[in-house]
């Protein structure tokens, strides 16, 4: 009796020939060649076969055995059900294949779902999301493309301690200075201590800057938001929380404590980590309210 062969393993229908797994240069390995590609560069040549489409060429290669009329009905019959389980199975093994991998958010979802955050877990950030949150901070449209950013990322405890010290030595000189006699100066601290408690929580802080040596450094402060912009939405696709920080932590503390030179001009800094919990939206204005269809 010959013998029917079924498929064993998904490499029968996905033999390695049809898989060609190319890396995409980025723009920084354009010019220095070196490999340099991640998950989001690895794409599957076109076109790809879909695994039913695998299915269909096989099982019309496949040869029922010679037998009786019953036992051959009864095998037939067999082989018809295998098949439209095998398909289903590999139609839906096809859809699988083909929707988003379960780290990618919906990105409509992503935008309502962002939010400003404002106390964090103190659980790491795997350095691979870092990683991929700046990658997408890269994207954005750019003046003449001139792609003026850095992005400093702190994860030195002791760095951050220090920034967070550096604020309240901040507010405390402006107090001082204010000779504020409605409160004592010991009250004040504990205030500004607290209110800062949870902007530090977070275990990275990413400092985006733009370099004041671009190309077109006129166009630096359109360009160096887009990127701050890309960042949280990245970030939120991640299950990050981050918020857009000017003046709680301000430009001088950031550009003294961590030593940032002249060249350099802070968009801003945010933190980086899974909030504690998600915030409610804000009151946000009606969409009507952005849009005059006739005139101003
Ligand atoms: C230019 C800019 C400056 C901001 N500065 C601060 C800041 O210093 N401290 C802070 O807590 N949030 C800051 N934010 C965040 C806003 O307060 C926040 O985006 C706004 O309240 C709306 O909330 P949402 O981001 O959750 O929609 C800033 C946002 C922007 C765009």
Known sequence: MAVIPLPLSPSHFYPSSHFHLRSQPSARNEN???RDWDATDVQLSSPRPTPAHEAREFLGRTELPIMNIQRRGFLESGAVIGSALLLGGLASRAAAADSPPASTADIWDVFKRRRSV???KPDAVPEADIVRILDAA????TSGNQQPWKFLVIRDPEKIRQLKEACVERRLKQFDERKDT???REKFEDGVRSRLAGYFSAPVYIVVLTDNNSQYPGYNHWDGPMAAG???LAARALGYGTVFITDVIPDSVTKEVLRIPDRYTRVCITPLGIPVEWPDA???KKLEEFIPYVSL
């Open 32 to 34: 220095n060649n070196q």
């Open 118 to 120: 404002r106390k964090f």
């Open 138 to 141: 890269r994207t954005p449209p």
């Open 182 to 184: 409605t409160t004592s």
């Open 230 to 232: 890309f960042l949280t």
């Open 282 to 284: 804000p009151p946000k």
